[in-house]
């Protein structure tokens, strides 16, 4: 329901708003977030400047459908392009901490990555963490499908 929800609002949408749904595997085991793999993704993301982009996003494990509610955050991400089609980022989020259940994650969240591709297919890499434990957080690698 929710990937149809998502498709629809890109598809709803003025172009400079963006939704994704995207799935990703987690390499390195992580104690913050308990997410079975692989993990799917579905948010929604527009930059209202250069470089900024603000973001809503939810993380969820469609294999076991047991992780009700995921993990939910919003927040806002800074951009660096390296190439035509590479950029680095950098941001910062903020989630329910009673409302997302199934993780430990504490505000804020940081997270940190490079994502590769076009404007409908980017592959991405990225770690998220909280400010409390930085050095426990979770590296994630995976494929985002863009609707506009």
Do not use: W
């Not at 390195?28 to 470089?51: A, R, W």
């Not at 901490?97 to 504490?106: C, I, K, P, V």
Request: net charge negative.
């Amino acid at each position: 329901m929710g990937t149809i929800a998502t498709i629809g609002v890109g598809v709803a949408t003025p172009d400079e708003v963006r939704t994704y749904v995207g799935i990703y595997g987690v390499p390195i085991d992580s104690n913050e977030v308990s997410l079975e793999q692989p993990s799917g993704t579905f948010g929604i993301e527009y930059d209202p400047i250069d470089h900024v982009r603000l973001f809503g996003e939810h993380h969820s494990s469609p294999m076991s459908c047991q992780d009700d509610p995921g993990l939910n955050m919003a927040g806002v991400k800074f951009f660096v392009p390296l190439s035509s089609d590479a950029t680095i980022y950098t941001g910062v989020a903020v989630h329910d901490e009673g409302f997302d259940s199934n993780n430990e994650l504490r505000n804020p969240i940081i997270i940190s990555g490079i994502e590769v591709g076009t404007e409908g297919v980017k592959l991405y890499t990225e770690y998220m963490t909280d400010t409390y434990n930085f050095d426990s957080g979770r590296v994630q690698a995976g494929v985002k499908f863009f609707f506009r």
